[in-house]
T-cell receptor, first 116, second 106 residues
């Protein structure tokens, strides 16, 4: 298994440009999430999905869109990049350990995005 | 949302020393994980430990769910243990603490 993969690893955008960060997992996990990490801080949840066709907002969703057309893929779209979106972005997938309430998450390697 | 506090924020160790990192959280949870973020930025799963005690080599973790805290123990630290240690709680979506930055000096 490749686990959780993300592309690209690095990206530089100009203010106002749009782009899509790709995320894929091959573990057949039901749940997927996007987080951002800013310097000196822990990760903050942007959007998440509980299954194909179902997405919801996390703590910091403004400026980002997501969709989940398949179990494997969960792309994150930046609609009009702003310098405040300079960050490291992590995608994660998780599954229920017992079919109910216990979950374990696995993270991708991250995408480092700079908006100038 | 759930509040997660980690202490200390920074820790400097001499190689071979032992240390304890603490994570306090504000509500009951179904998922508590410890991660190590290495100097290259990769997040590595250390423990999934919503309750009880686990050990993996020189690392061990204990979570006392009823008192809403978890401890990560590093024994006989090595320079490769350097990095940021995060505690995260929740379910299929996590709330992270701000992390403990560990520097192990040779």
């Amino acid at each position: 298994n490749a686990g959780v993969t993300q592309t690209p690893k690095f990206q530089v955008l100009k203010t106002g440009q749009s782009m899509t960060l790709q995320c894929a997992q091959d573990m057949n996990h039901e749940y997927m999430s996007w987080y951002r990490q800013d310097p000196g801080m822990g990760l903050r949840l942007i959007h998440y999905s509980v299954g194909a066709g179902i997405t919801d907002q996390g703590e910091v969703p403004n400026g980002y869109n997501v969709s989940r057309s398949t179990t494997e893929d969960f792309p994150l779209r930046l609609l009009s990049a702003a310098p405040s979106q300079t960050s490291v972005y992590f995608c994660a997938s998780s599954y229920s350990l017992n079919g109910q309430s216990d979950y374990e998450q696995y993270f991708g390697p991250g995408t480092r995005l700079t908006v100038t | 949302g759930i509040q997660v506090e980690q202490s200390p924020p920074d820790l400097i160790l001499q190689e071979g020393a032992n240390s304890t990192l603490r994570c306090n959280f504000s509500d009951s949870v179904n998922n508590l994980q410890w991660f190590h973020q290495n100097p290259w930025g990769q997040l590595i799963n250390l423990f999934y430990i919503p309750s009880g005690t686990k050990q993996n080599g020189r690392l061990s973790a204990t979570t006392v769910a009823t008192e809403r805290y978890s401890l990560l123990y590093i024994s006989s630290s090595q320079t490769t243990d350097s990095g940021v240690y995060f505690c995260a709680v929740g379910d299929y979506k996590l709330s992270f603490g701000a992390g403990t930055t560990v520097t192990v000096r040779a």
